[in-house]
T-cell receptor, first 114, second 109 residues
């Protein structure tokens, strides 16, 4: 069964709206959580890495004020896309990892900004 | 940063055929992972490789960690329609998991 739960699975909203995506590790405490973005027919691109209780580390080119990440506990991380615009439409995928173990991924969130 | 290149980019095969796909890196990785992604879903871990030269199987899947630590292959034997999807190799760059370019597999019944 799924070990990482991501919610919602799909969001359609108007331009200018802020959208929050949740990522939960279901049966383990994740030392690190990761957020990826995937455009159609492309690979997963890492956006940011977050450790519980500390600020996220963003990859080059990813705006930290645009993509707010909160990692409040060892089982929950959230990604908020602030003031979303059509170019933010994408498939966002989170993953969680415990030290020494491979990463497990959520089922992704399809974000569509009209 | 490190790049992982996969080949072939896509494969269209008949059910029952064996499949082989490859992943190469510009630099050394200490861990290789193979994931499968189906449309609208997140990647699912298939096989994890931790030692150079390691050969690991998971049912009809077999993967090997290259001796140079710069490459890995994944074989699928006796393919079935549900093998359809995109297969990604991935490796850790310090604490970050970097994905390959992907191999799209289509299996015709």
């Amino acid at each position: 069964g799924a070990v990482v739960s991501q919610h919602p699975s799909r969001v359609i909203c108007k331009s200018g709206t802020s959208v929050k995506i949740e990522c939960r590790s279901l049966d383990f405490q994740a030392t690190t959580m990761f957020w990826y973005r995937q455009f159609p027919k492309q690979s997963l691109m890492l956006m940011a890495t977050s450790n519980e209780g500390s600020k996220a580390t963003y990859e080059q080119g990813v705006e930290k004020d645009k993509f707010l990440i909160n990692h409040a506990s060892l089982t929950l991380s959230t990604l908020t896309v602030t003031s979303a615009h059509p170019e933010d439409s994408s498939f966002y995928i989170c993953s969680a990892r415990r030290t020494g173990m491979p990463q497990h991924f959520g089922d992704g969130t399809r974000l569509s900004i009209l | 940063g490190q790049q992982l290149n996969q080949s072939p980019q896509s494969m269209f095969i008949q059910e029952g055929e064996d499949v082989s796909m490859n992943c190469t890196s510009s630099s050394i990785f200490n861990t290789w992972l193979w994931y499968k992604q189906e449309p609208g879903e997140g990647p699912v871990l298939l096989i994890a490789l931790y030692k150079a030269g390691e050969l690991t199987s998971n049912g009809r899947l077999t993967a090997q960690f290259g001796i140079t630590r710069k490459d890995s292959f994944l074989n699928i034997s006796a393919s079935i329609p549900s093998d359809v999807g995109i297969y990604f190799c991935a490796g850790y760059d310090t604490n970050k998991l970097i994905f390959g370019t992907g191999t799209l597999l289509a299996v015709q019944p």
